[in-house]
């Protein structure tokens, strides 16, 4: 019988739902300031990362990515369902495994998934500033479609100013249909 929690698997990868025992792989990158420099948040205390296992174990949207070798959860992908046939993809890695590749395979069996199982479009938003974020989204087939001046913010100043990002949104179209 297969495991109903594995989404895919890859040559080096595991790609599953979320369960209760990722709750300190989760914090190990949840918690770095440095991992979530372009996130809509800050650095999570453990009680944090806590809460939000919790909303990661009850959504479909959230694949955790663990390693086959040492079964660590090492980050996530996010695919989020939105009109239209089409998927909003992102993801969070632990710094330490930057750098190997870990991303853009999850991230490619995943896309393959998708289009094989009829999602037409998938796109994602990325800060102009992180460059290891579209460079990979070019890497993985995905076209830079627009680049939005100063359309969003997440943090204000000191004075209660909005703190204004750009934002890159880049897509891949299902082209096998």
């Given at each position: 019988m297969k495991d109903q929690t594995i989404i895919a698997e890859t040559e080096r990868?595991?790609?599953?739902?979320?369960?209760?025992?990722?709750?300190?792989?989760?914090?190990?990158?949840?918690?770095?300031?440095?991992?979530?420099?372009?996130?809509?948040?800050?650095?999570?205390?453990?009680?944090?990362?806590?809460?939000?296992?919790?909303?990661?174990?009850?959504?479909?949207?959230?694949?955790?990515?663990?390693?086959?070798a040492?079964?660590?959860?090492?980050?996530?992908?996010?695919?989020?369902?939105?009109?239209?046939e089409a998927l909003e993809i992102g993801?969070?890695?632990?710094?330490?495994?930057?750098?190997?590749?870990?991303?853009?395979?999850?991230?490619?069996?995943?896309?393959?998934?998708?289009?094989?199982?009829?999602?037409?479009?998938i796109y994602a938003e990325c800060d102009p500033n992180n460059q290891s974020s579209w460079k990979l989204l070019e890497a993985l087939g995905f076209q830079r479609e627009a680049h939005f001046r100063k359309n969003v913010y997440f943090w204000k100043d000191e004075a209660e100013k909005a703190i204004w990002k750009d934002t890159y949104v880049y897509a891949k179209l299902n082209d096998t249909i």
């Open positions: 990868l595991i790609l599953r739902r979320y369960k209760q025992e990722d709750l300190q792989g989760l914090f190990e990158y949840l918690s770095d300031r440095e991992v979530v420099k372009y996130e809509p948040y800050q650095p999570m205390t453990l009680d944090e990362a806590k809460e939000n296992l919790a909303w990661r174990i009850g959504t479909d949207e959230m694949v955790a990515v663990e390693l086959k040492s079964h660590k959860m090492i980050g996530n992908v996010y695919m989020g369902r939105r009109d239209f993801y969070v890695f632990n710094r330490d495994y930057w750098g190997h590749g870990y991303a853009a395979e999850s991230c490619a069996a995943l896309i393959r998934q998708a289009f094989s199982n009829g999602i037409h479009r």
